[in-house]
């Protein structure tokens, strides 16, 4: 028994005992057996073996019970397999880490589109098996050789709207124009969106967006330096700058900016014009320990609009699968960044550009932002 | 070193285990990423040629010095202050003293660092004061800058620099001061020519331990620097993780090391380890 296994078991076990399936001196004790009865587990790792499960590695928060509710206990119950979420992050790097270990501790991770073509270029992620993956219930363009889209989400700008009276933002241009929506501005560390924002204030068409002009981009965001407060890593930070009020207008992820909306009582919006569409993924790396065939079948098995309906109503994740769009009730329809409604506002992210230049931008980006 | 064979002895058998410790669990990775920064993407010593041109890296090496001297000054200036109340203040002193000392050790760093963003926020407590005070109309921007980054650091490491000056102070020979002061030299003077000098060792462990603490910072600055890569441990995580370049972040890592490597050594010409404690 590894430590990486024992340290799961202890996770789950600590789980179990806050959901109050065991008490907490049962914890202790089995916590205990884990730890000291090790020779004995060892002894029991062929019946382990056969019942392998899957670990899928999300980016953390809500999204780990989330994603349990939704696709983990039902796969579960479905298939015999249990999936256990995991919120450390799957970025390029410890993606890559894990393939480069020899031994990988991860099945399924909730990745970048464009990371996924890279890495799978590098022979580190399985194909997606088409055969068990439905393409058809996918939005179409969203099915890649080793990622399959699984929801959406959009970079969008939200404001505090008692800052501007009864002005309202509209686009880009706005978002770079302190002088008729005064007040501090927060970016995305990772640069995604970013770029994107700069030339639509510059005045580039959406349809002539890509390949981006990252000369043109990084010197419109050079000159607006001074008016940028913090460049958000993750989305709690891009809650807070605004909630706090440090910002008055931030670019923000779409399932973040309702959430914001609801916990300053309307006081922040958000608008979808001009937000940046961005797809979300599952990948499969390359010799995965659960097993590429369980790894697919949860996949398809994620496909489906009712465990969909949930990543919407829990995260406010757009479905991939066209079908659940019906499902949403009238009034949260507004909050769903694929909805046909709010689809034609925005435009999508190219992946392929980002796959080719990602690395690059994102070199230049941080030098001008840290100078 | 001092002290006889035997006690030398078993000195470094009560040493052995962390050192075979940090070798295993420290070192013998530490050669793998040796390794990486001279063989990924490819062979050689492309790395380290980058490091020489890439301005980012440059950039950031240089503000982590630089921040990492400022808040070497603060925290040794105001762990001097501290030490002395602890270590020659009245006995309600001393408690106090230690009690500001050993808390924070025990609150966790992200825990600290939020605090500070709760603090020196636009809608902190700070701000919200001089506003109604009426010292300020526009809220000062205290946070999410290089400002912010040297007052949490200097706030974490200022219980580290108290041990060594503590040491320092503690083992100096009272007498001299009362001699200082016998010879009708005044408190500021006895300060400043004897005391002070005296506590040299303490003064140069502390500030070498706070140096080298700050150049490895990463949480402190990554959440109160306002998301710029302000410091060289974001920008190997940068690297590592954002936009894998696994051959430069270790190269930058190496460089790192073997600067502080220089620096440990520079240290122990002047000062025995026993003296930090």
């Given amino acids: 028994m590894t430590n990486e296994t024992k340290k799961q078991s202890i996770q789950s076990l600590s789980e179990r005992a806050q959901r109050g399936e065991i008490s907490r001196r049962q914890f202790a004790q089995l916590a205990g057996l884990v730890l000291a009865g090790t020779p004995m587990l060892l002894r029991s790792t062929g019946a382990f073996a056969e019942t392998k499960g899957l670990v899928l590695v999300n980016w953390g928060g809500d999204a780990i019970t989330a994603y349990d509710a939704a696709y983990g206990q039902a796969f579960t119950k479905d298939t015999g397999i249990p999936v256990k979420m995991d919120g450390s992050g799957p970025t390029e790097g410890a993606i890559a880490a894990q393939f480069k270990s020899g031994a990988p501790t991860w099945d399924l991770v909730d990745v970048d589109p464009f990371s996924a073509i890279t890495l799978g270029g590098q022979g580190m992620l399985e194909p997606i098996d088409y055969k068990v993956v439905d393409k058809t219930k996918m939005r179409p363009g969203f099915g890649w050789e080793f990622a399959a889209s699984t929801y959406f989400f959009s970079y969008v700008i939200a404001y505090d709207s008692q800052k501007f009276g009864s002005n309202a933002p509209t686009g880009m241009a706005d978002f770079f124009d302190v002088k008729k929506f005064p007040g501090k501005r927060s970016l995305y560390k990772w640069g995604v969106s970013s770029w994107e924002a700069a030339l639509l204030a510059d005045g580039v068409a959406p349809a002539s967006l890509y390949p981006l002009d990252l000369k043109r981009a990084h010197d419109k965001i050079a000159a607006f330096k001074e008016n940028v407060v913090s460049y958000w890593g993750g989305g709690a930070e891009s809650q807070s700058v605004l909630l706090n009020g440090e910002a008055s207008m931030a670019i923000v992820w779409s399932t973040r900016a309702s959430l914001i909306e609801q916990d300053s009582g309307g006081q922040i919006k958000f608008i979808w014009d001009q937000g940046l569409i961005s797809p979300g993924a599952l990948a499969v790396l390359k010799n995965n320990p659960g097993g590429k065939d369980a790894a697919m079948k949860f996949i398809a098995s994620a496909q489906d609009p009712q465990k969909q309906l949930i990543m919407f109503d829990k995260l406010g994740q757009g479905p991939a699968n066209p079908a659940t769009d019906a499902l949403i009730p009238a009034d949260k329809k507004r909050i769903n960044p694929v909805d046909p409604a709010n689809m034609t506002k925005q435009i999508p992210l190219d992946m392929d550009w980002y796959a080719k230049n990602y690395g690059a931008a994102l070199d230049e980006y941080t030098k001008i932002i840290s100078a | ?277």
């Fill in chain 2, 1 to 277: 070193m001092r002290g006889t064979l035997s006690e030398r002895m078993g000195a470094a058998l009560l040493m052995a285990p962390l050192l075979l410790f940090l070798a295993l669990a420290y070192a013998w990775p530490f050669l793998g990423v040796v390794k990486w920064s001279f063989t990924l993407p490819t062979p050689g010593l492309g790395q380290y040629h980058a490091l020489l041109t890439d301005d980012l890296v440059q950039s950031v090496f240089i503000r982590t010095l630089r921040i990492a001297a400022i808040v070497t000054v603060v925290s040794v200036t105001a762990a001097y202050a501290i030490t002395i109340v602890w270590v020659r203040g009245s006995p309600a002193q001393r408690v106090i003293a230690e009690f500001c000392i050993l808390v924070p050790f025990w609150i966790s760093v992200l825990t600290r660092a939020f605090g500070w963003v709760a603090l020196l926020s636009n809608r902190g407590l700070i701000n919200t004061w001089l506003q109604s005070i009426g010292f300020i109309s526009e809220p000062l921007t205290l946070v999410r800058n290089e400002f912010g980054v040297i007052v949490g650091m200097s706030h974490f490491l200022i219980p580290f620099a108290v041990f060594p000056l503590a040491s320092a102070m503690r083992s100096l020979d009272e007498r001299v001061l009362l001699a200082a002061r016998g010879l009708g030299s005044s408190r500021m003077r006895t300060f400043w020519t004897v005391f002070v000098p005296m506590t040299r060792s303490g003064i140069i462990g502390s500030a070498m331990i706070v140096f080298v603490f700050s150049l490895g910072f990463f949480v402190t600055p990554a959440i109160l620097g306002g998301g710029r890569s302000v410091m060289i441990a974001e920008l190997i995580y940068l690297r590592i993780f954002q936009s894998p370049d696994w051959g430069l972040g270790a190269a930058i890592s190496v460089v790192l090391v073997v600067f502080i490597g220089a620096l440990m050594a520079v240290l122990f010409r002047y000062v025995k380890p026993k003296e930090l404690v």
